[in-house]
């Protein structure tokens, strides 16, 4: 850089803001609040400088700091056990939790939300959604082996959710597919709450030795800071260009996209490279850059280390030679990494950067000062104590109460309203019934979405889309492997936040319990609306109440994830939605159970109970009903369930398993059929008695804790001897009829698979080509 | 060269007769089923090799797979920038060589020979414009080549195919030509997936050592792991018919 980029700018350097205490300073326009300001000026004893309130504004910001939520949050890391700590080997805080796999392997994994930006320009925002959430996972030393995305939009008829669903999931395809990282599942939910607001979140996981786990953080006085991957531009930048005042310049670009824009071939070559720098010990700490870019990076490192930093920023490779000193802090450019290097492993980091021709540059080194130091051509605009940036940002109490409406709508119930009217009894309203639910937009198969993603490469992927859980092998030589769930319903939560939060936990633990693996660890991605409403405030609180309350009875530690805020159009907040990711862990992913049976003449067992529990039911939606109360929480039930089905996959007791959630027991027999296209004979009169429910309630119904198997024969009596023993209800229900080619259930006309799946298969076709 | 960091070990074939047949493995940056064409080597019972796409000399290797990916981003055109780098002028060098040695492209692989002039054609996006993943039925049409030697004359195989660029396509002439010397090796059965001519998923050179496809034969080699029918393995046939070729054994 030479002396005419300095005078592009009016530098507001440390001294001229300290001799300037009255010159106005857009913190406004970045967001910031007027009390939020006067804490910069008193951390400081000065006015910030432009530099400076850049940093602050983004690292400040409810996305970086958590301000609303880390007061609830932090019941994630109280309310822990014993038994919860065993396996954790990084907790909350570094980019993604760790997690003990044994056998000397560890595994990371998070989900992220990058609503938004999928809403301003969906396949862009997509698509660095998954690339920001598998930075997150290098970061930590490990190598990406999955990902997965859960996707809430608006009604499936409604002209914009076509431009949402093409976009995002081209863009998901469009990036993962270019990665190598197989995408084994996730959700997709049509809903129109999300119509102005869709939900686009992204999991990655990833595995590694023990030795190879990385940290963010800066240490060791001499040690270079390096900024290596893609160039800096002004994506991103968002409320960033109101402090293009500084500019002297009329003519630089004005418009600069809010959103970033991917190119995963560099995101490629990043996995790649950080990889070979991992294998020979090149970094001491590494962080990726995402949301606030520099900044973030910056301070989190300097403030986890245990010094100072020292940073030039001219130094930074630019894509945009016009930006000012505050964009390049907050630019959000993609596939950028930063490490921090010892002197002795400068030559052999340069030598990894140049094979993989990755670009970097050297922008300053560790300091023992305890201060963040940024200068531009050597004058000092950025002078602050980082852990006030990173770490120490406000942090409020968002007043909460109880919304008015919560009791008229709880008292609201399904059964006898007058979307109830007409209930389906005859045989023949039973069949359209069960026809009309599985060609629903939230029932319906979503093939359509998962075969734009490659869920081959790697070689690794034991089990995807459409069984209950993705499962991914770690280790070839012994089979250990890793299964993972998301699920969330908007729904439930919206009628009850404390326990709509706790289903979604419950049904993620029993999707990968019924996968075979043992659950183990939590990762969420929590999205609400807007914290300063209080209705909001309290949905968040009672589902982070919820949600940790049900972690510690079921044992699995929230490792990590992701706070959502402000999802609303104008007034109107989406539904609560807290989408929980479990983790879970198979000793050999040869174990892993399929969701369909295959299998002529394996009896088939329906584990758990039935109640009336329609209330915020899919068949209630496709009713236009929400009100009353969701089904029922057991978690020790849930438990229970979990380690039959556990132990079932592990002593080959079962042949399949599918678990009962949205759409009861009518989906799960329907997808059981389909998923090999083989048929079976279902007898419900004992359950009708057992449970003292009619046969629509036993079909639709949404109650809890329960799973369909399929048990060869030979196996029937150890199978049933363990539920016995267990305590855990338990019924044959049918057996698999392999030459029906139909889905035969005693008080329901046959439906033949062929009309089955032409229902199935058709809705999202029909709808997106 | 490179070294492919391996998540875990892959168990060994036992056939030791094989194991000393060395097939390498390309790697462009943007490569993606380096991995998995390495293992699949393994499986069949040969020696992956790893080949870095800027080495200067072709290692003693005795045949070569160019694996699926985006090398370069598919910037420009899938394989347009890969076919210039320096290991791939060795590889057209042995190719056309009087050693013949055999050369296995697929899907980004197959547009690298293409771009490389080893193969006639060239891929576009699919006529459905969107990436597509599912397990594909291809028929043998030539069991005669380097790669296909394991396969019976007509037999169908389900393997993998995953790609937003597979549309092979080519003027009449050619497409003729390839008809008429029987250098269609194998074509899409039930369902073309991307509006390929004449259904065409994967050709051969003249002399039978170049096979390019689309389809991805190295993810159906071992059970559970690939497509659920049909036990997953028919893809291993392409790796054991180059390492039985090396070798000279018959089956």
Known sequence: MTTETNKKFNIDTVENAANTPDTELPWAELGLKENEFDEIVKVLGRRPTGAELAMYSVMWSEHCSYKS????????????????????????????????LGDGWAVTFKIESHNSPSF??????????IGGIVRDIISMGARPVAVMDPLRFGEIDHPDTARVMHGAVAGIGGYGNSLGL????????????????????????????????????????????????????????????????????DTKPSKRPAVQVGDPFAEKVLIECCLELFKGSLVEGIQDLGAAGISCATSELASNGDGGMQVELTSVLLRDPTLTPGEILMSESQERMMAVVTPENVEAFEAVMDKW??????????????????????EVIVDVDPRTVAHDGPVYDRPYARPSWQDALQADTFTGSVQDAGR??????????????????????????????????????????????GVVRVDEKTGLGVALATDANGRYTYLDPYNGAQ????????????????????????????????????QLAESIRGLSDACMELGVPVTGGNVSLYNQTGSTPIHPSP??????????????????????????????????????????????????????????????????????????????????????????????????????????????????????????????????????????????????????????????????????????????????????????????? | MTELPLIGEAPVAADSRLDGAKIGVVTFPGTLDDRDAARAVRLAGGTAVALWHADTELADVDAVVIPGGFSYGDYLRAGAISRFAPLMSKIIDAANSDAKLPVLGICNGFQILTESHLLPGSMIKNDHLKFLCR??????????????????????????????????????????????????????????????????????????????????????????FGPESNAGTDGLGFFTSVLNKIVGGAK
């Open chain 1, 424 to 469: 389906p009894s005859a045989p023949s309203e039973l069949a359209a019934a069960v026809t009309e639910l599985v060609a629903s937009p939230n029932m319906c198969d979503k093939s359509w979405i998962t075969k734009q993603y490659d869920r081959y490469v790697g070689g690794n992927t034991a089990m995807a889309f459409p069984d209950d859980a």
């Open chain 1, 357 to 378: 021709a990755v670009e970097y540059a050297w922008l300053g080194e560790v300091t023992d000062t305890g201060r963040l130091i940024i200068t531009w051509e050597g």
């Open chain 1, 120 to 129: 301003v320009e969906p396949y862009q925002g997509a698509a660095t959604g």
């Open chain 1, 579 to 769: 989408v929980v990711a479990v983790l879970g862990k198979l000793d050999d992913v040869a174990r892993r159970t399929p969701s369909g049976w295959q299998e002529d003449g394996q009896a088939i067992y329906l584990l758990g109970t039935t109640a009336a529990e329609l209330d915020g039911s899919e068949w209630a939606k496709l009713r236009g009903h929400l009100g009353g109360l969701p089904p029922r929480v057991d978690l020790a039930a849930e438990r229970q369930l979990g380690e039959i089905l556990i132990n079932a996959s592990r002593d080959g007791m079962v042949d399949s398993a599918h678990d009962l959630s949205e759409g009861g027991l009518a989906a799960a027999l329907v997808e059981s059929s389909l998923r090999y296209g083989v048929g079976a004979r279902i007898a419900l009169e004992d359950l009708l008695e057992r449970d003292g429910v009619d046969l629509f309630t036993a079909l639709f119904s949404e109650s809890q804790a329960r799973a369909i198997v399929s048990v060869p024969r030979s196996e029937e009596v150890r199978f049933k001897d363990m539920c016995t023993a267990r305590g855990f209800a338990h019924l044959r229900i049918g057996v698999v009829d392999a030459a029906s080619n139909a889905l035969e259930i005693n008080g329901v006309e046959t439906l033949s698979l062929d009309a089955l799946r032409e229902a199935h298969e058709g809705t999202l076709p029909k709808y997106f080509g």
């Open chain 1, 182 to 249: 197989p995408n084994i599942g996730g959700e997709m939910v049509f809903d129109a709450v999300y119509q102005g607001n869709p939900l686009v979140n992204a999991l990655a996981v990833g595995v590694m030795r023990h030795e190879d786990i990385r940290l963010a953080n800066a240490s060791g006085k001499g040690n270079r800071v390096v900024l290596f991957g893609a160039r800096t531009g002004g994506d991103g930048i968002g409320g960033a260009s109101v402090l293009a005042s500084e500019s002297f310049d």
């Open chain 1, 69 to 100: 939520s880390k007061n609830h949050l932090r019941q994630f890391g109280q309310k822990v056990t014993e038994e919860m700590k065993k396996d954790m080997l990084v907790g909350i805080g570094e980019n993604a939790g760790v997690t003990n």
């Open chain 2, 135 to 224: 397990d594909q039925v291809l028929r043998v049409e030539n069991n005669t080549t380097a790669w296909t030697a394991d396969y019976e004359a007509g037999q169908e195989i389900l393997v993998p195919l995953k790609n937003q660029d597979g549309q092979y396509i080519a003027d009449e002439k050619t497409l003729d030509a390839l008809e008429a010397e029987g250098r269609v090796v194998f074509r899409y059965v039930g369902f073309n997936p991307n509006g390929s001519r004449r259904d065409i998923a994967g050709i051969t050179n003249a002399a039978g050592n170049v096979v390019g496809l689309m389809p991805h034969p190295e993810h159906a080699v071992e059970p559970g």
């Open chain 1, 503 to 538: 289903l979604a936990l419950a049904e993620a633990y029993r999707n990968v319990a019924t996968s075979g693996a043992v659950p183990m660890a939590v990762s969420d991605c929590l999205n609400f609306g807007s914290p300063e409403d209080p209705d909001v405030m309290w």
